[in-house]
């Protein structure tokens, strides 16, 4: 599967998801391929400081940009059983071209308002794509959330709103952990010791990226048949 995390802003944690996808799918067995779409080349140089790190999973990562995505995707998908696409925070050639190709795409939202208006851009794009990818799913969740206070609950409500992007009803939790773990390499799956809550927060959010159908609580690209509980 192709998954393309993906937003039009900066500084909602995308490449850390990005990274912390592909070392779980990594620490399960699967052949990674990571794709640093994003000109400031954070996932390569994570990538980098990750080959000295002691009980590091291993995958690939390379760099492509713009068309290239598109051009070279046939024969990676057929070399790696996952790929991973991290594009820069706004609207370029490598965005564009990232979900056209990509399976389903991850959508991190922090629950501030700034963040939030986003939203309707990042939907519009998505809707784009689907005239070149109808199977393009999208979903949307809370990254570097509150550990408590109504802010997410408001955020929720907020992404449920966006048009053709199913909202996830869980929350990464802002944590030392996450932070701690990229600076050295590593996710928080295997830094030791190890944050329970950071780890759980980000496992559910992979299971369910990952699901082959993501369950009774979302209608996918088109929003929840259910609200789930918000963190």
Not at 34 to 52: H, P
Not at 86 to 109: C, E, M, N, W
Not at 145 to 153: K, L, R, S, T
Not at 224 to 231: D, Q
């Amino acid at each position: 599967m192709i998954l393309c995390v993906a937003h039009i802003k900066g500084g909602v944690g995308k490449t850390l998801v990005a990274t912390s996808v592909a070392a779980v799918l990594a620490q399960r067995g699967r052949d990674v391929l990571l794709i640093d779409a994003d000109d400031q080349g954070s996932a390569a140089t994570f990538a980098e400081i990750r080959a000295d790190a002691p009980g590091a999973a291993a995958y690939a990562t390379v760099q492509l940009y713009g068309a290239a995505i598109r051009q070279q995707m046939k024969a990676l998908r057929e070399k790696y059983a996952e790929i991973v696409i991290d594009v820069g925070g706004r609207d370029t050639g490598s965005l564009r071209a990232a979900l056209t190709v990509a399976d389903r795409v991850a959508i991190p939202f922090v629950p501030r308002s700034v963040d939030l208006w986003a939203g309707a851009k990042i939907a519009e794009l998505v809707s784009e794509a689907r005239d070149l990818n109808e199977a393009l799913r999208a979903y949307s969740f809370l990254n570097m959330a509150d550990a408590q206070g109504h802010d997410n609950a408001d955020a929720f409500a907020a992404l449920r709103d966006m048009p053709g992007i199913a909202p996830l009803p869980l929350a990464i939790v802002r944590r030392k952990a996450f932070p701690n773990a990229f600076s050295g390499g590593l996710c928080v799956t295997e830094q030791a010791p190890r944050d329970a809550k950071a780890v759980e927060e980000l496992l559910s959010v992979v299971d369910a990226l990952y699901a082959q159908e993501v369950g009774d609580d979302y209608q996918d690209g088109a929003g929840p048949r259910r609200r789930g509980p918000a963190r």
